[in-house]
T-cell receptor, first 118, second 110 residues
Framework: AQSVTQLGSHVSVSEGALVLLRCNYS??????LFWYVQYPNQGLQLLLK??????LVKGINGFEAEFKKSETSFHLTKPSAHMSDAAEYFC????????????????FGKGTLLTVNP | EAQVTQNPRYLITVTGKKLTVTCSQN?????MSWYRQDPGLGLRQIYY???????DKGDVPEGYKVSRKEKRNFPLILESPSPNQTSLYFC?????????FGAGTRLSVL
C-alpha cells in the first residue's frame, strides 16, 4: 500500500524567504506525484505533478518540485515566499495506470500549513 | 470550462436524517470519486466509480452509499448520518494524469 509523509504539519517563513515543504512517499513502483494547495475555505488546486520525464517539475505561482527516486522524495520549493502563499499544502501519490483499468485513488499526506510572516 | 459542481456547499443536519450530496461534472469523464477531509488526516477516499453502474469502495466507505446512473452525476448518500461523519467532502473526476476537485461540501452532523 502506498503512503505519503509530509514532514512538518506547520511551516512558518518570512516574506521573501525560501519555502521548502517536504514530502516522502512509500510505493513499490514509482507513482505519479502531485502537490495540491488549499486556501482557506476553498477547494483543492493542483500546483504541479510528476508523471514521467524531467524530474524537476515547474508549477503555478512559482513553485517547483523535484522527484528523487533514490530518496523517494518529492519536495516542494519556492525561492521567495509571498503573503499570498499562506495556505495548506498536500502532497499526494497515485498508481500509474494499468491495462484493464485502475482506481486512480490519490493517497494524500496529512498536509502542511504554510504561514508567511511580513 | 471544466467544472465539478457539488451541492450543497454547507449542510447542518441531525443524527439519523438521510441526506444526499450531489456531484456533477461537465467533462464526460468516466472516473469519479469521493473523498473526505479531516484535520490532521488529509484526504481519504470514500468511494469511486470507473463508469456508469460501476462503483467500488475506497478506504473509508462505512456509513456511505453512492450511485452512478449516468456519467455526469455521482451522488454521495448518507442513509443515517452520525456525528463522526462531520467532515469536509470533495468530489473528484479524472482525465489522464490529473484530478479535478469540486469546491467541497462542509457537513456537520449534530
Amino acid at each position: 500500500a502506498q503512503s505519503v509523509t509530509q514532514l512538518g504539519s506547520h511551516v512558518s517563513v518570512s516574506e521573501g524567504a525560501l519555502v521548502l515543504l517536504r514530502c516522502n512517499y512509500s510505493s513499490s513502483v514509482p507513482p505519479y506525484l502531485f502537490w495540491y494547495v488549499q486556501y482557506p475555505n476553498q477547494g483543492l488546486q493542483l500546483l504541479l505533478k510528476y508523471t514521467t520525464g524531467a524530474t524537476l517539475v515547474k508549477g503555478i505561482n512559482g513553485f517547483e518540485a523535484e522527484f528523487k527516486k533514490s530518496e523517494t522524495s518529492f519536495h516542494l520549493t519556492k525561492p521567495s515566499a509571498h503573503m499570498s502563499d499562506a495556505a495548506e499544502y498536500f502532497c499526494a501519490v497515485s498508481d500509474r495506470p494499468r491495462s484493464g483499468g485502475s482506481n486512480y485513488k490519490l493517497t494524500f499526506g496529512k498536509g502542511t500549513l504554510l504561514t508567511v510572516n511580513p | 470550462e471544466a467544472q465539478v459542481t457539488q451541492n450543497p456547499r454547507y449542510l447542518i443536519t441531525v443524527t439519523g436524517k438521510k441526506l444526499t450530496v450531489t456531484c456533477s461534472q461537465n467533462m464526460n469523464h468516466e472516473y469519479m470519486s469521493w473523498y473526505r477531509q479531516d484535520p490532521g488526516l488529509g484526504l481519504r477516499q470514500i468511494y469511486y466509480s470507473m463508469n456508469v453502474e460501476v462503483t467500488d469502495k475506497g478506504d473509508v466507505p462505512e456509513g456511505y452509499k453512492v450511485s452512478r446512473k449516468e456519467k455526469r452525476n455521482f451522488p454521495l448518500i448518507l442513509e443515517s448520518p452520525s456525528p463522526n461523519q462531520t467532515s469536509l467532502y470533495f468530489c473528484a473526476t479524472r482525465p489522464p494524469n490529473i484530478q479535478y476537485f469540486g469546491a467541497g461540501t462542509r457537513l456537520s452532523v449534530l
